[in-house]
């Protein structure tokens, strides 16, 4: 299930940044993925929600994930929705 080390790779990316920009919090994940890489999408969404209870991943806790298919093989985040502080 190579879902779930999709899953793993953008959330320690998304963490990565909203540690680095201060967030208080990600609120959702958007993601594009290719068609030809083969992701069962119930089965990454599966992974992403099981994965967020972590404690590594505390700041996602709360988001969603959606996803969006495209040519190719390419899985990116293509944008990240944070709450920070005023």
């Known amino acids: 299930m190579h879902e ?3 899953a793993t790779g953008v959330l320690d990316s998304v963490v990565s940044v909203a540690k680095e920009q201060n967030c208080l919090r990600v ?3 958007d993601v594009v993925v290719g068609k030809k890489a083969a992701i069962i999408d ?3 969404e599966e992974a992403f929600n099981a994965l967020k ?3 590594d991943y505390k700041l996602c ?7 969006q298919l495209a040519e190719g093989r390419d899985v990116y985040i293509d944008k990240i929705e944070v709450e920070q502080e005023d």
């Open 61 to 67: 806790k709360d988001a969603i994930i959606k996803t």
């Open 27 to 29: 609120k959702q994940i």
């Open 53 to 55: 209870e972590l404690d």
């Open 4 to 6: 779930l080390g999709i």
């Open 42 to 44: 119930e089965m990454f």
